[in-house]
């Protein structure tokens, strides 16, 4: 059973690790920006929840969520709706892959999501060619959106 605990600083040095990974690299674009996310953490990016997923306190992946209102992105016309949240999430452990924990990750998230009490969905936009993270959110309860290219899950 995973844990998802509040990153902090300290993690960084891991989490900079995990974004040069080619598994992970190659659906985390701009690390530079990633990097800089959580750095500021506490002050700029205030509006970011950022985890660090552990199985049995093993650090293993990352993950975060925000209200879509907050980043400042439309969404597909969605964050105007209000309550709309977005999760990110990856596995760095490539001991990890493909073993049910991205399930495990993602629904973690959306309980958390699920806390806010004006939460009424979480989106998702992965890129088409992520196979695995498609899957995933489908198997989640996640609806694909062909207009928005979205993927929904109301809550």
Not at 21 to 38: F, G, N, Q, R, S
Not at 51 to 63: A, L, M
Not at 84 to 104: A, C, H, M, P, R
Not at 105 to 128: W, Y
């Amino acid at each position: 059973m995973i844990v998802l605990r509040e990153m902090t600083i300290d993690d960084l040095a891991l989490f900079k690790k995990w974004l040069y990974l080619p598994h992970v690299a190659t659906w985390y674009h701009e690390p530079l920006d990633w990097i800089e996310e959580v750095e500021k953490q506490n002050d700029e990016y205030c509006w970011l929840h950022h985890f660090i997923v552990e199985d049995n306190g093993k650090p293993i992946g990352f993950c975060q969520y925000y209200a879509c209102q907050d980043s400042g992105e439309s969404w597909g016309g969605y964050t105007k709706l209000g309550g709309t949240y977005s999760v990110d999430y990856l596995i760095g452990n490539e001991n990890y892959l493909k073993k049910g924990f991205g399930k495990q990750i993602l629904q973690a998230l959306i309980d958390k999501v699920k806390s806010h009490s004006d939460a009424k969905r979480i989106v998702v936009e992965p890129e088409p060619e992520n196979m695995a993270s498609c899957g995933l959110l489908v198997a989640c309860g996640f609806d694909f959106d062909q207009n928005s290219g979205i993927y929904v899950k109301k809550l």
